[in-house]
């Protein structure tokens, strides 16, 4: 069968035109958010566009942002494969970041150990963070979108807590710790820049996911669950085992995030909210690749970019804010639901205004 | 006379890549009873959907009422004049019958809706075409049969001159068919007419005045009810010489699965199984005989270890299966095929191959060391596709994407891909069409000949009476009634122990299961 005509390859061809046309159309609506609310709507679109990549600086905090997205995007993902709808990621990043915190604020954090210790210590708390709704709903028939949630507000709070009450330097107020060693911080891989250890992590992560999935016993017994948990019980595959399993391998992502913030040339400490609330759009990133592991960086590349570019054009020109909630929000609705290129039918509907056919639309 | 649907070498290719339909021709005049007949997969389906515009045609030239057409949606199907009844039906459970027959037309005085008006018109086209059904209660409470009476109410609602019924009697009880062919001469006598799709050779006979065959995707002919016989219709189906006959079997081997004094509760704690005892020997089908509801399937799952047991032993050649779960028990040779393909037997989303992998996941040969063995996976896919002939393009095929027989034959493959020791099989041919029935059947043969002891349910006594060796029949949870099969034993006889009109004595029982 060659390329052309495989039909997988011909749906992913469709797919990549959907994405593509949302993104035009999002775009689109951006750019008239602009027109109406900027003095140079011109200049200031133009920064959208194009502001990632107007120095090293600013596309090593696009590639920044796109190693995080990846890396919440996969925990969302390799969950809602299984077909659970644990919102957990966050609490699981905040409670990743401090363990690792701990590591590289005792002593072991001027050694040479600080990293790799720090990252699984972190991965081991987030994992453990992710089993709890697992083990909940399996036990206890608990909904594991409630119960991660609320984890979710716990950790941020605990960690915003004892980051105030007990880390922060005393007596200066501050709501951060002190910077950690630097054998505790990613190397850059670009001098004065944010291009760091983060990306290469992500690409790892990226890499072990899809493998884990598509080429384990495991992923298989983990989407054959996700597909019809029922059709799973009767092969003989224990569910809620497999459920308990997905839960928290994610949570280990998850943990992996947290380390990846705190380690990071961003902040190599752990501060208040962090986060930024990053963490909870890797739903919106899971969701726009389909839960496909290896489609998620390739999202992540293009909405951190217009993320970020927003954020500079928020900084940068006169345009509020709030514009990069509103592309966002378009590109939610566009993608995740159903969109599909306007077809033929499409508009010689929209140009044939029939009496009864209105008639009938009222009556609707 | 002027046909008055005309579809001319009409052409579909899903994107999947399966040509559902190369170049088919139908022909339907007015005010006649048109079949179409085929194996599940032959297109049938996907030519309706064409003429009530759920599917563009890729080729091909639609004609209606002598105008060329093209319908981009059901809506304009149905402006037109042509009202669709799908196998499942889209009605709205908590509505009353009227309100889901008028749901989106309704009569109106001002902007109130004319409730008055909504059950008068309901009642007087019922009684038009001898459709009969209460309009008031809620349709979630009506049974199946009079689902199906408010579907066709809602398409005559709208002014259909043609009615399309996919497989309408595939729900439906003898009774209710016959109630059913009622309404459709009644529909027919004034001046409607009927597009029957189905696969039930004596239905069709009796009620079409023509056939259109389907097979492949391809139209192979059209004949006149009359000029046709059941064995001809068979034959221009499937192609074949089909014979729906299957050999006993041969001699009595020991006893192989036993099932002593069970009792299984149901999740209120009501008994649904009491004091079952009966022995299956190797090489033997036992057929669990009774209406849908009085345990059987209970029993097949207690045994298949997805449902608890409150009191009682099961052994499989001596071995205690209660302490097992699932995995262990199919370890042991249990294979099941179960009763509801889409909602346990498969899982729809995932691919053929897997699906057909899914039991065997300890298995050296595809998983070593945790790590799938994609190669092998796929070899033993395309084997099994060979060899129980399944339609599909490639083992990456997501299972979504085959008709109902064949996604029935991928469960039967990977069910009796290796010898079991013990069959589980509950309704194995519901919905499925006769060349795959036959095959069914004698993959179920030839699992038992291969010293299989077989459990086998099912609604069909045709079925329950062609396979069994030896029949129980249910009655409240119970056994009432055990048969040796013989020419002689009838689906009347059956039918009375199976309504609780009769009893046989306990050792009555106890001789025949000895």
């Not at chain 2, 992998?357 to 595809?366: I, N, S």
């Not at chain 2, 059956?494 to 000895?514: D, F, N, W």
């Amino acid at each position: 069968m060659s390329l052309r005509t495989d039909p997988r390859f011909k749906a992913a061809g469709k797919e990549i035109g959907r994405a593509v046309a949302a993104l035009a159309v999002a775009l689109l609506v951006t750019f008239v958010v602009v027109l109406l609310t900027s003095q140079d709507p011109i200049k200031a679109f133009g920064t959208l566009l194009t502001a990632p990549f107007s120095s090293m600086r600013t596309t090593g905090l696009w590639i920044d942002e796109v190693a995080k997205l990846t890396l919440t995007g996969l925990a969302f993902a390799l969950v809602f494969q299984a077909r659970q709808f644990s919102m957990g990621v966050q609490g699981q990043v905040y409670v990743g970041a401090l363990f690792a915190t701990f590591i590289a604020l005792s002593p072991l954090g001027a050694t040479l150990l600080a990293l790799p210790l720090g990252i699984l210590v972190a991965m081991l708390a987030g994992a453990a963070y992710g089993f709890i709704p697992g083990y909940a709903k399996a036990r206890f028939g608990a909904n594991e979108i409630v119960s991660s949630l609320m984890l979710n507000y716990l950790a941020i709070k605990v960690v915003n807590y004892l980051i105030r009450a007990h880390l922060a330097p005393t007596g200066t107020g501050q709501l951060m710790t002190e910077k950690f060693p630097a054998q505790s911080i990613f190397p850059a891989l670009l001098p004065n820049t944010r291009f760091d250890l983060g990306i290469v992590i992500a690409v790892l992560s990226v890499a072990a996911v899809w493998f884990l999935l598509y080429r384990t016993r495991w992923g298989l017994k983990l989407r054959l669950v996700g597909h019809n948990a029922r059709f799973a019980e009767y092969a003989g595959i224990p569910s809620s085992l497999t459920m308990i399993s997905a839960m928290t391998a994610a949570g280990a992502i998850g943990g992996l995030l947290g380390a990846v913030y705190v380690h990071g040339r961003a902040f190599g400490r752990l501060a208040i909210d962090f986060d930024g609330n990053l963490a909870f759009e890797g739903i919106l990133v899971a969701i726009v690749a389909r839960d496909r592991p290896l489609v998620v960086p390739i999202v992540a590349l293009f909405y951190g970019y217009l993320r970020q570019g927003a954020q500079l054009m928020a900084i940068r020109s006169d345009v509020p804010s709030e514009v990069i909630s509103i592309v966002q929000a378009i590109i939610i609705l566009l993608v995740a639901s159903s969109f599909t290129i306007p077809g033929k039918a499409f508009w010689v509907r929209l140009f044939r205004f029939g009496p009864a056919r209105t008639v009938e639309a009222a009556g609707k | 006379m002027v046909p008055l649907i005309q579809a001319k070498s009409i052409s579909k290719t899903y994107p999947g890549g399966t040509l559902a339909n190369d170049r088919v021709d139908l022909t339907v005049m007015p005010g006649e009873v048109h079949a179409v007949i085929g194996e599940n997969g032959a297109g049938k389906s996907t030519l309706m959907k064409i003429l009530f515009g759920v599917e563009q045609p890729d080729s091909g030239e639609l004609i209606y009422d002598g105008k060329p057409v093209g319908f981009a949606k059901p809506r304009e199907a149905i402006d037109a004049g042509i009202g669709m009844v799908f196998q499942h039906f889209s009605l709205v459970p908590s509505f009353s019958v009227y309100e889901n027959v008028v749901l989106g037309a309704e009569p109106r005085t001002g902007i109130r809706f004319d409730r008055e008006k909504a059950i008068a018109e309901v009642e007087a086209l019922s009684e038009k075409y001898r459709l009969k059904v209460d309009p008031l209660p809620p349709v979630g409470r009506i049974p199946v049969g009079q689902q199906q009476r408010v579907e066709i109410l809602k398409a005559l609602y709208r002014n259909a001159r043609v009615l399309i019924l996919d497989e309408p009697t595939a729900v439906l009880a003898p009774q209710e068919v016959e109630e059913l062919f009622v309404a459709v001469r009644s529909l027919v006598a004034q001046g409607k007419t009927v597009i029957f799709i189905a696969h039930k050779l004596p239905e069709v006979l009796e009620i079409s005045d023509r056939i259109t065959v389907m097979r492949g995707g391809r139209t192979v002919g059209e004949v006149l009810s009359r000029d046709v016989d059941e064995h001809g219709l068979a034959t221009m189906m499937v192609g074949r010489e089909v014979t729906l006959r299957v050999d006993r079997a041969k001699d009595e081997g020991p006893v192989s699965l036993e099932v002593k004094g069970l009792h299984i509760h149901g999740e209120s704690g009501a008994p649904i199984c009491q004091d079952l005892n009966l022995r299956v020997r190797k090489g033997e089908i036992l057929g669990l005989v009774g209406v849908e509801g009085n345990g059987q399937s209970e029993l097949i799952e207690a045994v298949a270890g997805l449902r608890s047991v409150a009191d009682g032993a099961i052994y499989v050649d001596g071995k205690d299966l209660l302490p097992l779960d699932v995995k262990a028990r199919r370890n042991i040779g249990l294979a099941s095929i179960p009763e509801d393909r889409i909602a346990r037997g498969l899982a729809v989303g995932a691919s053929v191959a897997e699906n057909m992998v899914a039991t065997r996941l300890d298995d050296e040969r595809f998983v070593r060391r945790g790590l799938l063995d994609l190669k092998a996976i796929r070899a033993q896919a395309e084997q099994l596709i060979g060899r129980f002939s399944v339609k599909v393009g490639s083992p990456a095929s997501a299972i979504g994407t085959l008709s109902g027989g064949n996604m029935q034959k991928v469960v039967v493959a990977r069910e009796l891909a290796e010898q079991p020791k013990l069959l589980l099989v509950n309704q194995p041919t519901r919905g499925v069409d006769l060349g795959a029935t036959e095959f069914i059947w004698k993959s179920i043969t030839g699992a038992r000949d291969g010293g299989a002891a077989v459990l086998l349910c099912s609604a069909d006594l045709g079925e329950l009476l062609a396979l069994s060796d030896r029949l129980v029949v249910f009655y409240r949870g119970r056994i009432v009634a055990a048969f040796v099969n013989s020419d002689e034993l009838t689906p009347e006889t059956l039918g009375r122990y199976m309504l609780g009109i009769e009893t046989q004595s306990p050792e009555t029982v106890r001789a025949a299961l000895k």
